[in-house]
């Protein structure tokens, strides 16, 4: 079975830029999707496909997936980007299942 | 507007069973397939189960098979998780999430809280 793995946290200065990785063996063959998510709300994508945005999310985030690594880009870091993030794919080899990374927490410092 | 609203949560005794409900407006769930996340106090996203857009194919983590139960009613735009034999281990927020194009999950509910406690 898949496990993705991710940094417990990530700690940035506000204006810099916030890499998030999310790694398994081959998930460059894999469609990724990521999620912030903050205390109290619910989860909102905010990259698919490994680097598409949905409507009304900010052109800072975006996303690459390639070899072993998927990884979240966030440009220009805002204080509003503190959250948890968290990286997605659905696993088709045997029963479909989704599987998340364990999550990211992002200080904005 | 697309929405989904989750309700059902409750203090349940350990195993107990509790029924929750997604209600979804703006869109057909008929349309979609539908997914069940958790997320245990102080811990990440866990995906629990889906549902096909009929309700035909489903799956389940290995944490709730056999125990958890999805199912769907098209004609009234809602997803259900029937839950039995719980545990303080499924003491949790449960999202409901509509699945669009290639898995993405793009619409969330804002949770409801399930608590397993004696």
């Known amino acids: 079975s898949y496990v993705l793995t991710q940094p417990p946290s990530v700690s940035v200065a506000p204006g810099q830029t916030a890499r998030i990785t999310c790694g398994e063996n081959n998930i460059g063959r894999k469609s990724v999707h990521w999620y912030q998510k903050k205390p109290g709300q619910a989860p909102v994508l905010v990259v698919f496909?490994?680097?598409d945005r949905p409507s009304g999310i900010p052109e800072r985030f975006s996303g690459s997936n390639s070899g072993n690594t998927a990884t979240l880009t966030i440009s220009r870091v805002e204080a509003g980007d503190e959250a948890d993030y968290y990286c997605q794919f659905w696993d088709l080899s045997s029963d479909r299942h989704a599987v998340f990374g364990g999550g990211t927490q992002l200080t904005v410092l | 507007q697309v929405q989904l609203v989750e309700s059902g949560g409750d203090l349940v005794k350990p195993g107990g069973s509790l029924r929750l409900s997604c209600a979804a407006s703006g869109f057909s769930v008929s349309g979609h397939y539908m997914s069940w996340v958790r997320q245990a106090p102080g811990k990440g996203l866990e995906w629990i189960s889906y549902s096909d857009n009929s309700g035909t194919k489903t799956n389940y983590a290995g944490s709730v098979k056999g125990r958890f139960t999805i199912s769907r009613d098209n004609a009234k735009n809602s997803l259900f998780l029937q839950m039995s034999s719980l545990r303080a281990g499924d003491t949790a927020v449960y999202y409901c999430?509509?699945?669009?194009?290639?898995?993405?999950?793009?619409?969330w509910g804002q949770g409801t809280t399930v608590t397993v406690s004696s």
């Open positions: 496909d490994d680097s």
């Open positions: 999430a509509r699945e669009g194009i290639r898995g993405r999950l793009d619409v």
